[in-house]
T-cell receptor, first 112, second 113 residues
């Protein structure tokens, strides 16, 4: 079973701090690594995604760091805000595959 | 609004019953994916349809089935329901056959009592 392992399960960060969520994968054929954000009562929404040909991708306060040799990638949320409080999922897939394999999720709480 | 429409939003039914969940993809999207989300298992891929044809299967039980109609909407049929089937069921759509650019609907919360 292809797996994506995500940690931590939950995270509490103060407003203005940096939130870091980590994921590790096993299948070296994976070539697409998105992060999804989910608010209660809503479906997951694509936040940012990266391909393995780059080591970092930044969009606003959100950055993905990718380490191909370690088979790990992480999401950094800079200047975390209470509105960022949500569940974050990492995922992976490959060009030949059709389904995203999701991590178990991280519940982020940003305290004001 | 993501553009992916799922109905109903909530469903409460008894064990042994059969239900149908409906999904309308975003305009222009040909692929529909079904996922089950539970607290212990997370988001689990069930099945994908592309332009009316089954494309891939994941951890879908034999009691579950799906189809995609000519107008591209999809239905997920769950039968002989058990308490353990209680979960959020999400539909996602994308333009092509690959996993890039999934857009999820808001889900159907199924409660089996």
């Amino acid at each position: 079973q292809q797996q994506v392992k995500q940690s931590p399960q939950s995270l509490i960060v103060q407003k203005g701090g940096i939130s870091i969520i980590n994921c590790a994968y096993e299948n070296t054929a994976f070539d697409y690594f998105p992060w999804y954000q989910q608010f209660p009562g809503k479906g997951p929404a694509l936040l940012i995604a990266i391909r393995p040909d780059v080591s970092e991708k930044k969009e606003g306060r959100f950055t993905i760091s990718f380490n191909k040799s370690a088979k790990q990638f992480s999401l950094h949320i800079m200047d975390s805000q209470p509105g960022d409080s949500a569940t974050y999922f990492c995922a992976a897939s490959n060009q030949a595959g059709t389904a995203l394999i999701f991590g178990k999720g991280t519940t982020l709480s940003v305290s004001s | 609004d993501s553009g992916v429409t799922q109905t109903p939003k909530h469903l409460i039914t008894a064990t042994g019953q059969r239900v149908t969940l409906r999904c309308s993809p975003r305009s222009g999207d040909l692929s529909v994916y079904w996922y089950q989300q539970s607290l212990d298992q997370g988001l689990q891929f069930l099945i994908q349809y592309y332009n009316g044809e089954e494309r891939a299967k994941g951890n879908i039980l034999e009691r579950f089935s799906a189809q995609q109609f000519p107008d591209l909407h999809s239905e997920l049929n769950l039968s002989s329901l058990e308490l353990g089937d209680s979960a959020l069921y999400f539909c996602a759509s994308s333009q092509g056959q690959g996993a890039y650019g999934y857009t999820f609907g808001s889900g159907t919360r199924l409660t089996v009592v």
